[in-house]
């Protein structure tokens, strides 16, 4: 269940004394966005870091809206410096009129916890101001479990995005650990002193964190109980608008406009909710970020977000307005949310958005717009259940996929809005559609299928499937109860792709998430072609394009060296293709896969390690320039 941040407890009286009075909530940012930053990359953005307890906490401003500034009893400090006492001012807090806004993501404090902060200099003219690097990133509390001391964060209400081909995901993944505490601090101070150190202080227990509610979905409860807030002017047949800064989203073609509609239509789309969001076109940004309109704004115009995208950190946040006054609707009791926004990190355009596929950016809107609605993460952070089984595809997960597959509705999502925003006439029941399927290409020949039944009351299960650019057709029918089925006669080195549903007299159910697999080859030697290389000695690859009759053809292939080649479509002195295949064994065990291309044509792109028969495809959508492939971990096929 979700819950609304700690607030600091200097405050907590005259808060909820508010509340009561007031009956007003603002969440600012349910879900702050963020690419993990290694230990090195928050050190490098820190002008400051050091140990100490939280003494005092007092209302600020910062950017013009609500904070809190806590005054921090400095203990040690590791990096830079400071006096006794160091003032750190983070957004979220309480307003001259007595309301609360939170950022989400942010870190919040009570009076005597001991912290370990990562801080820059904040703006505002105090010598003693700072700002915690990348919001919760740079803020870990100190925790003692087994006896160790620990730091830890607190990421509650943070959705990580792991970018494709990143050379540092092993060291992200490792950055969710807890930290032994004598030992970071000792890595801390020798990078202090320009000592660069491996890694020696990750703890090996996890730590347990909060308890988890394992509802079928989660949703926003911003005021402080079991009230869950939606937009009740959808029961009245009425649109919430949602303006676009006019100046868009960099590094996404188009500015991102496309993007936003799809994303928009995607949550309107599901005929048993009654959502009606309304996009309201662009216009200029008003000059306050609370000025009574929903927006989507690129870039942080407003400077709520502390810092820039370099590379890691946070990439965008969404929140709202709104009242804790209960007011009924179908399903029961609900606040009321009146304002939301959604807001893009500065520097996102440049070093994330940019080399990324524009339908990654249409499932980033599409999340937050989901926060918009009142739906917070269905798993994946502290207060939701692990992202696997039923939710394991949640668009509402705090994990991005970034994998190209734009923005889907799993079962789970439309079950969170069919709860909030039921249809007047939602119509006969239907099965509950399967959840997590899961495609895997089977050694000895064909794809694997499982997924999880969801429903009690079906009668059989279709199974459709598709090639890469070919439409889903039906390909099994099975019956009640079933999870799993292997296609043996799958061609060899075919991509294939499914998606699975079931039915009932009355209907069938909304189809599971698609997956897709590619089934191995017969095992043996490299031998290259006109229009296969071989690269590596081990790797045999090759194209299949579409032609502008909708034609399936076989690019021809160039070998330039032993582990690099071309490949070209219609003529043959224009390059479309460049790949390389790397033996990346010493590095992280795996042999890597990169490709570039130079075109915006459907391009299906096969490399087949020849030895075991493994065999992996990679896509690129007709009409979208050629999406890089950074693959660093798909063949684990060392010695």
């Known amino acids: 269940m979700t819950v609304a941040p700690r607030l600091p407890s200097v405050v907590a009286t005259s808060v909820v004394a508010t509340w009561l009075l007031a009956l007003l909530w603002t969440s600012g940012a349910e879900a702050t966005t963020y690419v993990m930053s290694t230990d090195d990359e928050l050190f490098d953005k820190a002008d400051l870091v050091v140990t100490g307890r939280v003494r005092f906490a007092e209302p600020a401003l910062a950017a013009g809206v609500p904070a809190t500034r806590y005054l921090v009893e400095v203990e040690r400090v590791v990096h830079g410096i400071a006096g006794d006492v160091v003032g750190v001012r983070v957004p979220g807090g309480t307003r001259h009129d007595g309301t609360v806004w939170h950022l989400w993501g942010a870190p919040r404090f009570d009076r005597g916890e001991r912290v370990l902060l990562f801080l820059s200099r904040a703006d505002d003219g105090a010598h003693d101001s700072h700002q915690v690097v990348e919001l ?41 650990r807890p930290r032994h505490a004598e030992r970071f601090l000792a890595w ?130 969404a929140g709202g307005d709104g009242s804790c006054t209960p007011r ?15 807001i893009t990190q500065d520097g996102t355009g440049a070093l994330y958005f940019g080399p990324r596929t524009p339908a990654d950016f249409t499932e980033v809107m599409a999340h937050e717009l989901g926060h918009l609605l009142g739906l917070a993460h269905a798993c994946g952070d502290d207060e939701s259940p ?27 999502d439309r079950q969170a809005i069919r709860f909030l925003y039921p249809a007047a006439l939602a119509g006969p029941s239907v099965p509950l559609a399967p959840s997590d399927l899961q495609a895997t290409a089977l050694a000895e020949g064909g794809i694997g299928l499982t ?165 992996r495809t990679y896509l690129n959508q007709a009409g979208q320039a050629f999406a890089p492939v950074q693959d660093t971990d798909g063949f684990a096929r060392c010695p």
């Open 188 to 317: 801390l101070a020798a990078r202090s002193a320009g000592v660069h150190r491996a890694p020696d202080y990750f703890s090996r227990e996890p730590d347990p964190g909060p308890l988890r509610d394992e509802s079928a979905y989660t949703l926003i409860r911003p005021c402080g109980n079991d009230l869950v807030v939606r937009w009740h002017e959808f029961d009245q047949g009425e649109t919430v608008r949602i303006r676009v800064d006019s100046a868009g989203q960099p590094g996404v073609p188009g500015g991102g406009f496309s993007q936003i509609q799809e994303a928009i239509a995607l949550w309107n789309r599901d005929d048993r909710s009654d959502i009606a969001l309304r996009y309201g076109g662009t216009g200029s940004p008003p000059a306050a970020l609370r000025d009574g309109e929903s927006w989507i704004y690129f870039e942080d115009p407003f400077g709520v977000l502390p810092g820039s995208f370099t590379g890691s950190g946070v990439l965008a946040a």
């Open 451 to 615: 997924w999880i039944d969801n429903s009690s009351d079906e009668t059989a299960f279709e199974i459709e499937e598709r090639s890469a650019f070919g439409s889903f057709a039906p390909r099994a029918t099975l019956p009640a109860g079933s999870t799993s089925l292997v296609l043996s006669d799958v061609p060899p080195g075919t991509f294939r792709a499914y998606q699975v549903r079931a039915v009932h007299a009355t209907g069938a159910s909304d189809y599971s998430g698609e997956a897709s697999a590619t089934a191995y080859v017969a095992a043996g030697t490299c031998a290259g072609s006109g229009t296969a290389l071989c690269l590596e000695g081990d790797f045999r690859a090759s194209i299949l394009f579409v032609d502008g009759a909708r034609e399936e053809r076989a690019a021809v292939a160039s070998e330039l060296t032993a582990n690099t080649g071309t490949f070209t479509f219609f003529d043959a002195a224009n390059v479309e293709v460049v790949l390389k295949v790397l033996d990346g064994c010493v590095v992280n065990q795996r042999q890597w896969v990169f490709a570039a291309g130079l075109t915006d044509v459907a391009v299906e792109l096969t490399v087949s390690h020849m030895p075991s028969g493994e065999t």
């Open 386 to 412: 692990p992202c696997s089984g039923a939710v394991a595809n949640a668009l509402m997960g705090a994990f991005a996929h970034g994998d190209g597959r734009g923005a889907r509705l799993s079962n789970d």
């Open 136 to 176: 919760g990133l740079g803020a870990f509390r100190e925790s003692v479990t087994s006896g160790e001391r620990r730091f830890v964060r607190d990421l509650r209400g943070s959705r990580e995005v792991v970018p494709r081909g990143d050379r540092r995901a092993a060291e992200r993944r490792a950055s969710h």
């Open 328 to 342: 009924s609707f179908r399903n029961g009791q609900a606040g009321s949310i009146f304002e939301a926004d959604i």
